[in-house]
């Protein structure tokens, strides 16, 4: 009983995370948004390659093959606005560019 308890309010607390999350207007902005991929490997290039390497392989930065099927859509929006992984830097494209950003991300799973 005390393990139904505790698993039912962790998924409260997660799904209430995950909607207040949801609430965010850039990330709401970014999720209505169809990105393109090859705008977001352009943007992928420009500013994640030095640390990521140009195949998202890694370099200084850890690889992203595969990042979506390990972080949400929610979550790499906000590594990637946060900063909070040094040295990553706080980035914050504009809606439409972060949107063709996640799609080319999500992207690099399906090779």
Not at 10 to 30: C, G, N, Q, R, W
Not at 80 to 106: C, H, N, R, W
Request: proline fraction near 6%; include cysteine; charged fraction near 20%.
């Amino acid at each position: 009983m005390v393990i139904i308890v505790v698993l039912f309010l962790i998924s409260t607390y997660l799904i209430t995370f995950h909607l207040a999350k949801m609430s965010d207007p850039y990330i709401k902005e970014v999720l209505s948004r169809q990105g393109n991929v090859s705008r977001g490997y352009e943007i992928f290039q420009i500013n994640c390659a030095a640390c990521h390497g140009q195949f998202a392989d890694g370099i200084v930065g850890p690889s992203l093959e595969e990042v979506s099927h390990r972080k949400s859509r929610i979550s790499l929006i906000e590594q990637v606005i946060s900063g909070k992984t040094p040295p990553m830097p706080k980035f914050q494209p504009d809606p439409q560019a972060m949107a063709d950003l996640l799609v080319y991300l999500e992207n690099l799973s399906k090779k």
